[in-house]
């Protein structure tokens, strides 16, 4: 909000300061409200005084919106759906009150520390006190709501077709000729001044080709700069598929998606391959390391390809690679749907093999005796599966870091978003326009998360220290893992431990049916705990098994930190990430940008409204827009012509190249 009209406050001073003054009550809120936009919390007015006599409003405190606490309501039981707590009893607040001298309203009182985490100041317009929308856009919104197509909104702007100066076929040849302009260029050459264009904005954006034997681009890998922040602190697991097309020409598209601490999507890197040889998978795993500093990833997950995996072994050789159950089971319906006694049984034992058998033996043994119970020794296909068994088998697996992700369903989710903003006649650089607007949507979900996180706690089911101390650590998703986790371990059973010759402790766990048991084993030298379900080596949660051990056994009231992943806790992005040449990597260089356009956009848009009521005022303003043109363009010619002009050679090289 613009406080423009408040001439009693310094513009360069926008921290409350004990006697500064406004000329309304409404300016006083405006300018808490902006503080609390600059620093991440939302405001509501609280306590008014007024005079009984006239109505004249004399005093007014505005709070931060986490001030006070929620009344607990007497309930004969707890509610199965719990609210999130939003208050935490802050007391931030800056109270005005009106100086009858000069009739003006003077900071009498301001409290300045909160008592809880701010929001993350990208995530500032989402909160309740900072959604507005200005005078001039509730039009503009019901403009665009009634117009049916791009001329019908620009004709209605400028007051009818009459006014428009050109017809719908004029707008159609313009932009058949900026597209025909743009393929001028070449497919290819036309996506490398892409590429350079996003560099000029952020030097951390990253791009790479692939030639063949006759200097033709055959693959293209790219990843911007919020990439190779996610995959600096949510890469240790990745997701990789090939199956995805771009348009009708087929062209595979690939994504290197991964999991962050909400659990939402993250995009670590995409490629377009017009090759798909063991040579070309192995430069694009080599240019997607070199991208990410040469930091691999414990674990991958891909489809069954042996030219990949080959590429893989060679690239990645400390990296646990494993199949997608997804893509495996599409691959048993091809291959064994109809072998052995009955239809999908073949499936149906496989499926159990991925998801509940735990030793290797166990599983050898269950295996043997599919085959003999179906008859399907010999299957070619079941044994080339059964040569791969450490890539998908539960037995296998579970020994690697999952993060409890199964397979790349992340990729056909997030590319099943993508052809909702895809038609099949886009050309390259139209498809990259609109990945950007997936992205765009996903990376605010995140945001949406975040703030969410900061302005809501999650309810806990009883006020143990340990929960408590989890709820403050842990993202909302995490948490509710976590919760679930220690309320099942209540009601297991603890059998007397078994002390080996270096008094380490072996302790039995079984639930009341005593179908299933577990073994936590608890070290002599630090109190650490293993557990033989193996869900905190899989996934970074502590499991039920092992958090009853510490809660009867260790008399633990609090979680130790060597059980605090920090990749699933509200701080998981807390530090800084540096690119390939040691830069900090900026992911939101584009927000200062962005509120500059912002502040200019809204004061435009009331010179024009102004302007447009007398004639002349609008030759005034059109004489002045005029003088204010010529100006820009000599500070903008200074800042960019030498850069753009260096941009379009290596644009022009790039399309006599290809």
Known sequence: MELASDKSVDHGEWKPKLGMEFDSELAA??????????????????????????????????????????????????????RSETRTGCLAKMGVKLNRANCKFKINSFEEEHNHKLAPIKCSYMMTSQQSIFDLQPPETELAERSGSAQELLSKQVGGRECLGFTKVDQKSY?????????????????????????????????????????????????????????????????????????????????????????????????????????????????????????PPKTILTEQDATMAEALSQVMPSTFHRLCKCHIMQNVVKHVSNVGPKPGCVKGALAYFMDHIDEEDDFVAAWEKMLDDYSVRGNDWLNSLFALKKKWANAYVRLAWTASMKGTQLNESFCALLKDYLRSDYDVVQFLMHFEMVLAEKRHKELEADLALSQNLPKVKMPYKILLQARNLYTKSIFEEFQAEYFSSIDLITRSPVEDDDGNKMYTVDDDSGNKVWYVKRYKSDDSLCCSCRLFEMSGILCRHALK??????????????????????????????????????????????????????????????????????????????????????????????????????????????
């Open 29 to 82: 809120y405006e300018f808490y409200n902006a503080y609390g936009r600059r620093l991440g919390f939302s405001i509501r007015k609280n306590y008014a005084c007024t005079n009984k006599k006239t109505g004249e409003m004399t005093s007014r405190i505005y709070v931060c919106s986490k001030e006070g606490v929620r009344e607990e309501k007497r309930r004969n039981e707890p509610p199965k759906n719990p």
């Open 175 to 295: 932009l058949r000729g900026r597209r025909m302009k743009s393929l001028a260029y070449g497919e290819v050459g036309n996506m490398m001044r892409y590429f350079r264009r996003r560099t000029v904005n952020n030097p951390s954006f990253y791009y790479d080709v692939q030639f063949d034997s006759e200097e033709q681009i055959t693959n293209i890998f790219w990843a911007d700069a919020r990439m190779i922040i996610d995959y600096s602190q949510f890469g240790d697991i990745v997701s990789f598929d090939t199956t995805n097309k771009i348009n009708k020409e087929c062209r595979p598209f690939v994504v290197f998606i991964g999991f962050n601490h909400h659990r939402e999507t993250v995009v670590f890197g995409a490629a377009l391959m017009y090759d798909e040889t063991a040579e070309s998978f192995s430069w694009l795993f080599e240019t997607f390391l070199e991208a990410m500093s040469n930091k």
């Open 549 to 658: 051990i510490l809660r009867e056994e260790l008399k633990v009231r609090e979680l130790p930190t060597q059980y605090i992943l920090k990749r699933w806790t509200r701080y998981a992005r807390s530090t800084n990430v540096q690119d390939m040449h040691g830069r900090n990597v900026e992911a939101y260089a584009w927000l200062e940008e962005a509120e500059r356009y912002r502040i200019l956009m809204t004061g435009w848009r009331t010179i024009s409204d102004r302007a447009a009521q007398y004639k002349d005022a609008f030759t005034c303003a059109l004489q002045t827009q005029d003088k204010l043109q010529a100006m820009l363009e000599e500070v903008i010619h200074a800042h960019k012509d030498g850069q753009m002009q260096e941009m379009d050679d290596h644009s022009v090289e790039d399309a006599n190249t290809v």
